[in-house]
């Protein structure tokens, strides 16, 4: 219990046995329910989580345990409570916990995210990159800044919880995205705050050439959807979502004009985007749940 608000910790896991129990040992004491997600391990994981809550998949993903976790934690806990997703590898501080629960305590947030303000120093090269890349189209995609996408330390309020589409998901490791983009969609605030990176010899079962094609082609997707969703109910009652469409429309034709006379033309489609998300940023903003 964390002033007046109870905590629930979601772990997936799989094979990790070499991490999990120092990650359940280090729990901080305000901690209530902690579920562990096995997702097909073929080591011992699943006989590691001491008292804590177990649910077993058969290899669904990342993003499905944490699904069934959150799931759980509804069917379970009586009252308004806090999710945290801490993964079972040891990558995420338990320390880091209270400062991702208080955006949402204070009224301030309905989701947090961790950001590792210091992965310049401990995180690969390589992933340094396709964060900084993907954390650039997730921005484009949430409407909003968006800086460590990839970080999947989050507190999310059992408010968005009790309300969210559990049968529209995404299983793999391209969910931190997901749930960012589908926040941004159904007009969730989220918070951000610095959370310290873990890197203690953990392997990563991402392909990083599949994994990018595939969570950049959701992110575009997930763009024009929400946008558009967003857009057409107001479109006639409001000057902006006009100019959106409109300066929209014109970087397409920018970009077609540029490569039919020359890439000197090639600035035109990029202000008309610019300028079209600026405009998204402001829809995001106006759209926005208020805070309770």
Same mark, same amino acid.
């Given at each position: 219990?964390?002033? /007046?608000?109870?905590?629930?910790?979601?772990?997936?896991?799989?094979?990790?046995?070499?991490?999990?129990?120092?990650?359940?040992?280090?729990?901080?004491?305000?901690?209530?329910?902690?579920?562990?997600?096995?997702?097909?391990?073929?080591?011992?994981?699943?006989?590691?989580?001491?008292?804590?809550?177990?649910?077993?998949?058969?290899?669904?993903?990342?993003?499905?345990?944490?699904?069934?976790?959150?799931?759980?934690?509804?069917?379970?806990?009586?009252?308004?409570?806090?999710?945290?997703?801490?993964?079972?590898?040891?990558?995420?501080?338990?320390?880091?916990?209270?400062?991702?629960?208080?955006?949402?305590? /204070?009224?301030?947030?309905?989701?947090?995210?961790?950001?590792?303000?210091?992965?310049?120093?401990?995180?690969?090269?390589?992933?340094?990159?396709?964060?900084?890349?993907?954390?650039?189209?997730?921005?484009?995609?949430?409407?909003?800044?968006?800086?460590?996408?990839?970080?999947?330390?989050?507190?999310?309020?059992?408010?968005?919880?009790?309300?969210?589409?559990?049968?529209?998901?995404?299983?793999?490791?391209?969910?931190?995205?997901?749930?960012?983009?589908?926040?941004?969609?159904?007009?969730?605030?989220?918070?951000?705050?610095?959370?310290?990176?873990?890197?203690?010899?953990?392997?990563?079962?991402?392909?990083?050439?599949?994994?990018?094609?595939?969570?950049?082609?959701?992110?575009?997707?997930?763009?024009?959807?929400?946008?558009?969703?967003?857009?057409?109910?107001?479109?006639?009652?409001?000057?902006?979502?006009?100019?959106?469409?409109?300066?929209?429309?014109?970087?397409?034709?920018?970009?077609?004009?540029?490569?039919?006379?020359?890439?000197?033309?090639?600035?035109?489609?990029?202000?008309?985007?610019?300028?079209?998300?600026?405009?998204?940023?402001?829809?995001?903003?106006?759209?926005?749940?208020?805070?309770?």
């Amino acid at each position: 219990m964390f002033e /007046d608000w109870k905590v629930a910790v979601v772990i997936p896991a799989r094979n990790e046995q070499e991490h999990l129990p120092k990650v359940l040992s280090m729990m901080p004491e305000l901690v209530d329910e902690v579920v562990v997600i096995d997702d097909g391990s073929t080591d011992r994981t699943g006989a590691l989580v001491a008292n804590a809550d177990l649910i077993r998949l058969e290899g669904e993903g990342v993003g499905a345990a944490i699904d069934a976790g959150h799931k759980h934690l509804l069917a379970k806990i009586e009252g308004r409570f806090i999710s945290v997703v801490m993964a079972g590898d040891g990558q995420m501080d338990p320390s880091d916990l209270t400062s991702l629960l208080q955006p949402i305590i /204070d009224s301030k947030a309905h989701h947090v995210k961790g950001e590792r303000l210091d992965r310049a120093g401990k995180m690969p090269k390589i992933r340094r990159f396709g964060t900084l890349l993907l954390s650039f189209l997730t921005t484009l995609a949430c409407g909003q800044t968006i800086r460590d996408s990839q970080c999947g330390y989050t507190a999310t309020s059992s408010e968005v919880l009790s309300q969210w589409d559990w049968s529209r998901s995404w299983k793999g490791y391209g969910y931190p995205n997901w749930w960012l983009m589908r926040l941004s969609t159904e007009g969730w605030s989220i918070a951000h705050v610095p959370v310290k990176s873990v890197y203690e010899g953990q392997t990563s079962g991402i392909k990083i050439p599949s994994f990018f094609a595939e969570v950049s082609l959701m992110l575009l997707i997930g763009l024009h959807y929400r946008v558009f969703k967003s857009v057409l109910p107001i479109i006639s009652v409001h000057p902006i979502p006009i100019a959106l469409v409109i300066c929209y429309s014109l970087g397409w034709l920018g970009l077609v004009y540029s490569l039919t006379y020359g890439v000197i033309f090639f600035p035109i489609p990029i202000l008309m985007w610019w300028i079209t998300h600026k405009l998204d940023r402001v829809i995001v903003e106006v759209l926005r749940r208020p805070l309770e």
